[in-house]
C-alpha cells in the first residue's frame, strides 16, 4: 500500500517533466511579443503604439483559434492511451482543414482592421501603420495555425520538447528577421512595424517546417503515415474538433478579452493608473504561465489514462495535479509578495508607477492559488473532453462575477465608494475565486460520473 506521499510523486513527478517543456514553449512563444514590442519601440514610438494596437486584436483572435485546436491535444491522448494509432492521421488532417476554416475570418479581420481601428477612434497614423503590421502579419497565419496542429499532435503524445525546441528557434530567428526588416539592414527597405510583421510571419512558416520535418522523419510518427496522404474535409471528423474544442477557444477568448476590456475601461484614468496596472498584469501573467503549463500536461495525463479505460486513474490523476497546482501557485504567491518592490523597478523608474504596481501585484496575491487551481481544473476537464459546461462557469465567473463585480467596485454606487483600478483587481479576486469553486466542483462530477459508468459496464 503506498503512502500518500509515494502515491502524490509516482503521479506528478511525470506531470512536471511534461509541463517544464510545455512551460518552455509558452515563454518562447510568448518571447516574440516581447521582441517585436522592444525593437519596435526602439525605432519610433509611432511603431511602437502601432504593434500594442495590432497585437490588441492579435492576441485574442490567435487564442480563439489556438484554444480551439487544442481539441486535438485530449483527442490524440485518448486515441494514443487506448492504442488507435489508425485514428491519428485522420484526425491530423482534419483538425488542418479545421484550421483553414478559422483562419478565413482571422485574415478577413486582420487584413481590414482598418475599420476597426477607426471605429475606436485610434490615432490615424498609429491605426494606419497597425494595418499594415496586421496585413505583413497575416501571411503567417497558415504557418502559425498548422504549427498549432502538429503541436498539440506532439503533446498529445507526451512529446513536449521537441516543440520547446522549434519554438525557440523561432524565436531566434526573429530577433534577427526583426533588426533586418524594421531597421532595413542587409540592404532591405526600412519597414518599421511592418517589417516586424513580415519577421514574425516568417518565424510562424519556420516553425511549421521544422515541426512537419520532425514528425516525418521521427520512427514514432513515420508509422502513422500523417504525410502520406491527405483525406478531404470530412463533417464528422470536423464536427468532432469544433464539438470539444470551440469551447475551449472561446474560454481562453474570454479570459484574454477581459483583460483587454479592463485596460479599456481604466483608460480614463491617467496614465500612471494605466501603467501600473499594465506592470502588474504583465509580472503575474508570466507567473501564470507556471500553473498553465501544469494544467496542459494534466489534460495529456487525464486523457491518457482515460484512453487505457482506466477512469479511477484518471481521477486520481486528475486531483493530485489540482493539489501539486496549489502548491506550485502558492509558491508563485510568496514569490508575488516578497519580489514585487524590486520587479516593479525593472519595468519602471517613476515611483508612482512603482507604488501602484506593488500594490496591484499584492493584491493578486489572494487570486494567484484561485487562478492556478481553476486552470488546473479546466485542463483535467479538458482531459474528459468535458469543455461546454466549462465555457459557461468561465463565461459567467469572468464577466458577470468579475467584470461587472469589478466595474461596479471601481465606479458603481457601492457602499465602500468607487476603488478605481483597485475595483476591477478586487473582482478579479472574486471571479477567479468563484470559477475555481466552480471547475472544481465540475471536476468531481465529471470524473465520479465516469468511473460509476465504467464500473456499471
Same mark, same amino acid.
Given at each position: ?13 511525470p ?10 514553449a509558452?515563454?518562447?512563444q510568448t518571447?516574440?511579443g516581447?521582441?517585436? @514590442? ?6 519610433s514610438p509611432v511603431?511602437?503604439?502601432?504593434v ?15 484554444g480551439?485546436?487544442?481539441a486535438?491535444? &485530449? ?6 492511451g487506448?492504442?488507435?494509432h489508425h485514428?491519428?492521421?485522420?484526425l ?11 483562419m ?6 486582420f487584413?481590414y482592421?482598418?475599420?476597426?481601428f477607426?471605429?475606436?477612434?485610434v490615432?490615424p497614423?498609429?491605426?494606419?501603420l497597425a494595418s499594415?503590421?496586421?496585413r505583413?502579419?497575416?501571411?503567417g497565419?497558415p ?5 498549432q ?13 521537441p ?5 525557440v528557434?523561432g524565436?531566434?530567428?526573429n530577433?534577427?528577421?526583426?533588426y ?6 542587409l540592404g532591405? &527597405?526600412?519597414l ?12 510562424f512558416?519556420?516553425?511549421? +517546417? ?5 514528425v516525418t522523419?521521427r ?13 478531404? &474535409?470530412?463533417?464528422?471528423?470536423i464536427?468532432? !474538433?469544433?464539438?470539444?474544442g470551440?469551447?475551449?477557444?472561446l474560454? !481562453?477568448?474570454?479570459?484574454a478579452?477581459?483583460?483587454? @476590456? ?9 496614465e500612471?493608473?494605466?501603467s501600473?496596472?499594465q506592470?502588474?498584469?504583465?509580472? @503575474? ?11 496542459m500536461a494534466? @489534460? ?7 484512453g487505457?479505460?482506466?477512469p479511477?486513474?484518471?481521477r ?6 489540482v ?5 506550485v ?14 520587479v ?13 504596481a506593488?500594490? +496591484? ?6 487570486? %494567484? ?14 482531459g474528459?473532453?468535458?469543455?461546454r459546461?466549462?465555457m459557461l !462557469?468561465?463565461?459567467?465567473c469572468y464577466?458577470?462575477?468579475?467584470l461587472?463585480g469589478g466595474?461596479w ?5 457601492n457602499?465602500?465608494?468607487? %476603488? ?8 478579479? !479576486?472574486?471571479?477567479?475565486s ?6 472544481l466542483w465540475r ?5 465520479r ?9
Amino acid at each position: 500500500m503506498k503512502s500518500f506521499h509515494q502515491e502524490f510523486w509516482l503521479h506528478n513527478r511525470p506531470l512536471m517533466l511534461l509541463a517544464l517543456p510545455l512551460l518552455g514553449a509558452q515563454l518562447a512563444q510568448t518571447g516574440m511579443g516581447v521582441v517585436d @514590442t522592444i525593437m519596435a519601440g526602439r525605432l519610433s514610438p509611432v511603431d511602437l503604439a502601432a504593434v500594442a494596437v495590432g497585437a490588441s486584436i492579435f492576441g485574442p483572435m490567435m487564442l480563439l483559434i489556438f484554444g480551439t485546436l487544442m481539441a486535438v491535444t &485530449p483527442l490524440v491522448a485518448h486515441a494514443r492511451g487506448g492504442q488507435r494509432h489508425h485514428e491519428m492521421a485522420p484526425l491530423i488532417h482534419q483538425a488542418s482543414w479545421v484550421g483553414a476554416l478559422l483562419m478565413i475570418p482571422a485574415w478577413f479581420a486582420f487584413y481590414y482592421s482598418q475599420v476597426v481601428f477607426d471605429f475606436m477612434k485610434v490615432e490615424p497614423d498609429v491605426a494606419n501603420l497597425a494595418s499594415a503590421y496586421l496585413r505583413a502579419l497575416s501571411w503567417g497565419l497558415p504557418g502559425l495555425a498548422f504549427f498549432q496542429v502538429l503541436r498539440c499532435l506532439c503533446e498529445g503524445s507526451n512529446q513536449a520538447r521537441p516543440v520547446l525546441l522549434i519554438s525557440v528557434a523561432g524565436l531566434l530567428l526573429n530577433i534577427p528577421a526583426n533588426y533586418i526588416l524594421i531597421y532595413g539592414k542587409l540592404g532591405m &527597405p526600412q519597414l518599421g512595424a511592418v517589417g516586424c510583421g513580415y519577421a514574425t510571419a516568417l518565424s510562424f512558416w519556420f516553425m511549421a +517546417l521544422l515541426l512537419s520535418l520532425y514528425v516525418t522523419f521521427r520512427a514514432e510518427y513515420r508509422s502513422l503515415a500523417i504525410f502520406k496522404g491527405w483525406s478531404w &474535409p470530412q463533417w464528422l471528423g470536423i464536427k468532432q !474538433i469544433l464539438w470539444v474544442g470551440l469551447p475551449i477557444g472561446l474560454s !481562453i477568448f474570454v479570459e484574454a478579452s477581459l483583460f483587454t @476590456t479592463i485596460a479599456l475601461f481604466i483608460g480614463s484614468l491617467g496614465e500612471v493608473v494605466v501603467s501600473g496596472h499594465q506592470v502588474a498584469f504583465n509580472f @503575474t501573467t508570466l507567473l501564470f504561465m507556471v500553473p498553465l503549463s501544469l494544467g496542459m500536461a494534466l @489534460t495529456v495525463k487525464v486523457g491518457h489514462a482515460l484512453g487505457q479505460q482506466r477512469p479511477a486513474t484518471a481521477r486520481r490523476v486528475a486531483f493530485l495535479g489540482v493539489e501539486m497546482a496549489f502548491l506550485v501557485s502558492l509558491l508563485g504567491a510568496l514569490v508575488m509578495w516578497i519580489a514585487s518592490p524590486w520587479v516593479v523597478q525593472l519595468y519602471s523608474s517613476d515611483q508612482d508607477v512603482q507604488l501602484l504596481a506593488t500594490a +496591484l501585484i499584492q493584491l493578486a496575491v489572494f487570486y %494567484q492559488v484561485s487562478d492556478g487551481l481553476q486552470v488546473n481544473a479546466a485542463g483535467a476537464l479538458r482531459g474528459y473532453k468535458d469543455t461546454r459546461i466549462v465555457m459557461l !462557469i468561465t463565461l459567467f465567473c469572468y464577466w458577470v462575477i468579475g467584470l461587472g463585480g469589478g466595474w461596479w467596485m471601481a465606479f458603481g454606487a457601492n457602499p465602500w465608494g468607487p %476603488q478605481g483600478v483597485y475595483g476591477f483587481w478586487y473582482g478579479l !479576486i472574486a471571479g477567479l475565486s468563484a470559477a475555481s469553486v466552480f471547475l472544481l466542483w465540475r471536476l468531481n462530477v465529471t470524473s465520479r460520473r465516469v468511473q460509476l459508468e465504467a464500473v456499471a459496464q
